[in-house]
């Protein structure tokens, strides 16, 4: 069974930093693309950043590029968003998301699925980030 963990949400100041962990179980950490996506309320869900640990191939959303990193640590089977300069804008709940990679080379997961073209087969509960001004 697949289990996405998420953790590190809370309450930060306007250019604060936060980051955030998701830990896998029940799967092959390597055969599957994990991404972060948030939702606020009353707003559509956005992928906020997305990656492939086959080839470490990322994607940003182009609200949060150049301030969030996303990476990955097989030995631990956790994908980290690394949060800086927040914004307000930025509160949401955080859910981390995962789905199989395709069975070719180069299939674009990362901004397949952060894009917005497909959603991810297994979810997080997520966690509450919250940023104040």
């Known amino acids: 069974e697949v289990q996405l963990v998420e953790s590190g949400g809370g309450l930060v100041q306007t250019g604060g930093s936060l980051r955030l962990s998701c830990t896998a179980s029940?799967?092959?950490?390597?055969?599957?693309?994990i991404g972060w996506f948030r939702q606020a309320p009353g707003k559509a869900r956005e992928g906020v950043s997305c990656?492939?640990?086959?080839?470490?191939?990322?994607y940003y959303g182009g609200s949060v590029r150049g301030r969030f990193t996303i990476s990955s640590d097989s030995a631990k089977n956790t994908v980290y968003l690394h949060m800086n300069n927040l914004k307000p804008e930025d509160t949401a709940v955080y859910y981390c998301?995962?789905?199989?990679?395709?069975?070719?080379?180069?299939?674009?997961?990362?901004?397949?699925?952060?894009?917005?073209?497909?959603?991810?087969?297994?979810w997080g509960q997520g966690t509450q980030v919250t940023v104040s001004s």
């Open positions: 029940g799967f092959t950490f390597g055969d599957y693309m």
């Open positions: 998301a995962a789905n199989p990679l395709f069975p070719i080379k180069d299939a674009g997961e990362p901004y397949y699925f952060c894009a917005g073209y497909g959603s991810p087969s297994s």
């Open positions: 990656i492939s640990n086959r080839d470490s191939n990322t």
